[in-house]
T-cell receptor, first 114, second 115 residues
Framework: KAGVTQTPRYLIKTRGQQVTLSCSPI?????VSWYQQTPGQGLQFLFE???????NKGNFPGRFSGRQFSNSRSEMNVSTLELGDSALYLC?????????????FGPGTRLTVT | GENVEQHPSTLSVQEGDSAVIKCTYS??????FPWYKQELGKGPQLIID?????GEKKDQRIAVTLNKTAKHFSLHITETQPEDSAVYFC??????????????FGTGTRLTIIP
C-alpha cells in the first residue's frame, strides 16, 4: 500500500507571496492532519480535516488554512508569507478523526521564505 | 496546559547498550502516547504507542512504559544498532475540537549509536 505523499517536496517563496501544499493520504484513510516542524518550535499541530470538514485546529494565525476534497486529498494554504513560515510542513493520515488513531506521516514539504 | 517535556535532547550510546528517553505531560486528560522516529530527510514514523489502560507495551527491542499517576512515559530501546540512530519524538493526546483529540509533541531526542 502506498504511503502518504506530499507535493512539492521543496519550495522557495518570497515574503508576501502565498503558497499551496498538497497531501495525498494512504488509501482508505479519511483524516488528514497538518503539522509545522521547525528547529525552534518543534512539531506543532496546524489542523485536521475529516470528511471535507475541519475537525481540529491548532494555534496558528488565519493566514494558515486548509481544505479536504471528497477523495480525502488535502491542501494547505499559507497567505502573505513571512520569514518565520520557513519550515518543514508535514501531513499525516489516519483512518478516522482524532489523535487516538495511528497517524502516518508523509516526507514533508520544505518551504523556504526569502 | 498542553506541554510535553522530553529528556534528554541528545543521547549517545555504545552499540549493543540500551537507550532510555523520558517524557512528562501535564494534561490529565491525555490517554494516548505514541513515539515517533524521524530519520534525516524523512517524516516521523510511528514505532510504538501506548494507551492509558496499560502500563507497558513491548515490540521486539522497543518498549514503552507509562505511569499515569506521575504523568510520565518512557521509551526503552535494547541491544541498540547503528540503524537506531535518529531523532525520536514522544507525543501525548490532548482534548481538541468537536470531541476529537490532537497530538502535542515533545522537543525530540537525537540518538546516536556509536559502533
Amino acid at each position: 500500500k502506498a504511503g502518504v505523499t506530499q507535493t512539492p517536496r521543496y519550495l522557495i517563496k518570497t515574503r508576501g507571496q502565498q503558497v499551496t501544499l498538497s497531501c495525498s493520504p494512504i488509501s482508505g484513510h479519511r483524516s488528514v492532519s497538518w503539522y509545522q516542524q521547525t528547529p525552534g518550535q518543534g512539531l506543532q499541530f496546524l489542523f485536521e480535516y475529516f470528511s471535507e470538514t475541519q475537525r481540529n485546529k491548532g494555534n496558528f494565525p488565519g493566514r494558515f488554512s486548509g481544505r479536504q476534497f471528497s477523495n480525502s486529498r488535502s491542501e494547505m494554504n499559507v497567505s502573505t508569507l513571512e520569514l518565520g513560515d520557513s519550515a518543514l510542513y508535514l501531513c499525516a493520515s489516519s483512518l478516522e478523526a482524532g489523535a487516538r488513531y495511528e497517524q502516518y506521516f508523509g516526507p514533508g514539504t520544505r518551504l523556504t521564505v526569502t | 496546559g498542553e506541554n510535553v517535556e522530553q529528556h534528554p535532547s541528545t543521547l549517545s550510546v555504545q552499540e549493543g547498550d540500551s537507550a532510555v528517553i523520558k517524557c512528562t505531560y501535564s494534561d490529565s486528560a491525555s490517554n494516548y502516547f505514541p513515539w515517533y522516529k524521524q530519520e534525516l530527510g524523512k517524516g516521523p514514523q510511528l514505532i510504538i504507542d501506548i494507551r492509558s489502560n496499560v502500563g507497558e507495551k513491548k515490540d521486539q527491542r522497543i518498549a514503552v512504559t507509562l505511569n499515569k499517576t506521575a504523568k510520565h512515559f518512557s521509551l526503552h530501546i535494547t541491544e541498540t544498532q547503528p540503524e537506531d540512530s535518529a531523532v525520536y519524538f514522544c507525543a501525548a493526546s490532548i482534548p481538541g475540537d468537536f470531541g476529537n483529540e490532537k497530538l502535542t509533541f515533545g522537543t525530540g531526542t537525537r540518538l546516536t549509536i556509536i559502533p
